[in-house]
């Protein structure tokens, strides 16, 4: 994807395509598709595959150190769901005309981003409940929207992804519940968790509006159904209740409930710090590229070594077919 | 006390074998990887759930599995040696994998048929999940020995130096001599032989060396480790032991 320049289209399909998205049609892989539409999905979609990747960074650092076995099986297999759903949202982004391969490597050289809360660090247990109430949350916010999306495959994939994680959110709340009501050091734990997740989850949402320029194309194409914006207040409301549900407070002096129009009012949030993140100087950005970089060069000779084997047993057929 | 004492052979064993696979997640050399490390991952972690919970009840001193793994100290691990070995490279992953799942589906396989029905349980269900482990491990052993020079020079090293600790594997004593004569436990000397047959046939099939037995190391069922335990099970306990009383 070297340009997000809007290649010429025949504007006739143009007209036809966007006539077929006013109805409300799903697009398929074999559909004609302007060509600006078809780079803003792998773009969103490859960034996705990407954000489930590197999110298994922040909490895979806890596997080794959970504090109950149920609890490290349960933090092992969210992970490797994240695993899956990586792989997933790479196939479905294959559809598109691109592989895999090209994918990772605009994603190792850093030109593809993925989503910024897994630059930040996880620093305590009480981080990977947290991680999953919030960042979980969100996530399935934002892809309840993604599984109405106009493009078929991704719509498929958000549909079978949000089961997936809303069962993480709920193993992540019940996980927090647990510890909000457990021993003061634990409590302390979590809340300082709290502290330090519920900024960084609002800012997963993305810019305001006013800030952010894909958003409009988007929604006219039936990929988004709603703005940056209405997901985060969407997220904001759901979660207020559940914080005080377990008695744990958000860091936001200006959090109050709008009678008039019945959402949580919610505080300025730094958009500095979001742009920094963005633009590479989050906590941890550094950390989780080169994590990824040292996996990928220190399974180099296991990659050879697959495809050399798959070489020589298709050279042997074919020989045998000979 | 020798029953407890054998199923904290049996679950430790894959206690500290899952561990050290759950240490892949996130670092695998292709994410079909790391979903299937961490598939073996959880089956072993969770054998040893069961072992440790039935250990405990065997105990009979209120003991429940977690307080097993994760209060007691190095010397009272009762894991062959082979397990805790840092993860190394794949190649190594694997080829201890291959190593241990072999001899896991011989070993399960009687075990099923212990005359201890809880036991009995746990070896049937492990079993078929072992039987995976050994061909998803025996088809990279396959992969990497005849792949490239560097995958057949890695994973020969790999199977090379992990092979003095397979003996630990078929140890008798008299506490599993008793057992096994009472139709709980297993003659693990038994399983060398079939052992030998199957790696050997993988190997064969992969162009790689069997390696000649020499000395054999030992110690891990008399708590008698490697200096890697310690370390693997600081990381293990810390946030367990940080908060006592704690529930999770």
């Keep these: 994807m070297s340009s997000d320049a809007p290649s010429p289209d025949d504007p006739k399909r143009t007209a036809e395509f966007e006539a077929r998205i006013a109805r409300g049609d799903v697009i398929e892989p074999k559909d004609w598709m ?187 194409w039936g ?68 994590a990824r970089r040292k996996a990928h060069e220190e399974g180099a000779w296991v990659r050879a070594a697959a495809a050399a084997f798959a070489a020589k047993k298709r050279a042997a057929a074919a020989g045998a077919a000979a | 006390m020798s029953v407890p004492e054998f199923l904290l052979r049996l679950s430790d064993d894959r206690l500290i074998l899952g561990h050290r696979l759950s240490e892949w997640c996130g670092h695998g050399p292709i994410l079909e990887e790391d979903i299937a490390l961490a598939n073996i991952s959880l089956d072993l972690i969770g054998q040893a759930n069961l072992l440790l919970e039935l250990a405990g009840k065997e105990e009979g001193r209120g003991r429940t599995g977690d307080q097993l793994a994760y209060f007691r100290e190095a010397v009272e691990f009762r894991n062959a040696l082979i397990m805790e070995l840092p993860r190394g490279d794949f190649g190594f992953t694997i080829a201890r994998q291959f190593l241990v799942s072999v001899f896991g589906i011989l070993h399960l396989e009687r075990l099923s048929q212990s005359r201890h029905g809880d036991l009995a349980g746990i070896a049937a269900k492990a079993l078929k999940e072992t039987r995976y482990h050994a061909r998803h491990s025996a088809d990279w052993i396959l992969k990497l020995g005849d792949g490239t020079a560097e995958s057949h020079r890695r994973v020969q090293d790999a199977i090379d130096e992990l092979w003095r600790y397979t003996g630990e594997l078929f140890e008798m004593d008299d506490l599993e001599r008793a057992l096994a004569g009472d139709g709980l436990a297993a003659d693990r000397a038994e399983l060398r032989e079939p052992w030998r047959a199957e790696v050997g046939r993988v190997l064969a099939a992969a162009s790689l060396k069997m390696p000649a037995d020499g000395f054999m190391q030992r110690g891990g069922r008399e708590g008698r480790h490697t200096e890697h335990l310690g370390h693997l099970l600081a990381e293990m306990q810390i946030v367990a032991r940080s908060f006592p009383g704690a529930e999770w």
């Design chain 1, 34 to 220: 302007p060509e600006r539409y078809r780079r803003q999905l792998i773009r969103m979609m490859s960034q996705h595959a990407h954000s489930e990747i590197v999110g298994m960074l922040p909490e895979g650092n806890w596997i080794t150190r959970a504090p109950s076995l149920r609890r490290k099986m349960s933090l092992l297999a969210k992970v490797q769901d994240e695993a899956g759903h990586g792989l997933y949202i790479y196939c479905g982004t294959e559809t598109l005309g691109v592989d895999r391969h090209e994918l990772l490597a605009d994603f190792l050289n850093g030109k593809a981003k993925y989503s910024s809360i897994f630059n930040y660090p996880t620093l305590t247990w009480a981080d990977v409940g947290v991680i999953g109430w919030f960042v979980d949350g969100a996530a399935i916010v934002n892809q309840t929207m993604l599984a109405k999306a106009s493009y078929g495959p991704y719509a498929r994939a958000m549909v079978r992804i949000c089961r997936e994680e809303n069962f993480h959110k709920r193993q992540g709340y019940e996980s927090v519940a647990t510890l909000a009501r457990g021993t003061p050091g634990q409590r302390a734990m979590v809340q300082d968790a709290v502290n330090r997740w519920w900024w960084p989850s609002l800012m997963m949402f993305g810019p305001n509006d006013k800030d952010s320029p894909n958003s409009a194309e988007l929604i006219r």
């Design chain 1, 223 to 290: 990929v988004k159904k709603k703005s940056n914006d209405e997901l985060r207040q969407r997220f904001v409301n759901l979660t207020v209740p559940q914080a005080q549900a377990v008695n744990l407070t958000l860091p936001d002096p200006d959090l109050r409930y709008n009678e008039a129009t019945g959402n949580w009012d919610f505080g300025q949030i730094d958009w500095d710090e979001f742009w920094a993140v963005v633009k590479g100087d989050g906590p941890c950005n550094r950390e989780r590229m080169a």
